[in-house]
């Protein structure tokens, strides 16, 4: 059991919760996973309840000192421009190849769907926002783990600076690769979730998801989605089909 019970109210409250949202996202704890009543997704049943109802929403995963920093493969894809991947994205690989000659200055992360404002965010309109650096253990599905620092804005933050409404409860991330996932508003607010443009104190790197990419740390490392080129925000689960985590035989929930 990782120590990672050290919530108080004022983590909460840097969650960005509002009244509103506060009340949806105690409306999680007893629900069943979106995924329920799928055969093969029973274990996400199991994770999802046990999870919420024993741990705090908000309780903090462990965080690591500077000594602890870690030799940290990168895996997946490693340059979503490079055609030769089988998981590049016919449509965003050009895009993604013309950004990065720019040093992605033109990046512009996309939120649409169930918000007030749907609109784009510069790499500078990010890093404009609060900031958060956390010192995390990524654990990968594969079996090895490695820690490093991540330096972003909250997600929770972004969302409530586009005016999430009250009818969101999923937080879908689309990427420059084939490759997208989705987590409900209790992880998208949680105070480590960010979206992440630093790593170790420097720009987050090309094969780390440069120049933007989730941190969950409340969930296994595929979760943490990298290549962020979209926000959808929107009221009713999906599964995202071919791009998404089940098609790899993975679970949707999957808490550490
Ligand atoms: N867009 C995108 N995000 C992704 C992946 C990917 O292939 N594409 N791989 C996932 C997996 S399985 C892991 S373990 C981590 C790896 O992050 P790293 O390359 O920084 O180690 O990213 C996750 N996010
Ligand atoms: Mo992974």
Not at 17 to 25: D, P, V
Not at 122 to 135: V, W
Request: aromatic fraction near 8%; include cysteine.
């Amino acid at each position: 059991m990782p120590p990672r019970l050290r919530l108080t109210r004022r983590d909460a409250l840097i969650g960005g919760l509002t009244a509103a949202g506060g009340m949806l996202l105690t409306g999680c704890a007893t629900d069943l996973p979106p995924t329920y009543g799928h055969l093969l997704r029973m274990g996400d049943n199991l994770t999802y309840v046990a999870h919420r109802a024993l741990l705090p929403g908000q309780a903090l995963a462990r965080e690591y000192s500077r000594g602890d920093i870690s030799s940290f493969p990168a895996i997946g894809t490693t340059n979503p421009a490079d055609t030769a991947l089988p998981t590049h994205h016919p449509e965003f690989a050009p895009v993604y190849a013309e950004l990065r000659r720019g040093d992605f200055a033109d990046f512009r992360l996309d939120i649409a769907g169930s918000v007030a404002r749907p609109g784009t965010y510069s790499l500078s309109d990010l890093k404009r926002m609060p900031a958060r650096t956390q010192i995390t253990r990524h654990v990968c599905e594969e079996g090895w783990s490695a820690v490093a620092e991540w330096t972003g804005v909250p997600l929770g933050h972004v969302l409530q600076a586009a005016g999430i409404l009250p009818t969101a409860r999923y937080v879908t991330f689309q990427t420059f690769d084939r490759f997208g996932d989705n987590i409900d508003l209790l992880d998208a607010f949680h105070p480590q979730t960010l979206l992440a443009y630093g790593m170790n104190g420097r720009d987050l790197p090309v094969p780390h998801g440069g120049p933007l990419r989730v941190r969950v740390e409340t969930q296994i490392g595929y979760k943490s989605v990298k290549y962020v080129r979209r926000l959808l925000v929107h009221d009713a689960f999906d599964d995202l089909g071919a791009n998404g985590p089940i098609r790899n035989g993975w679970s949707w929930y999957a808490g550490i």
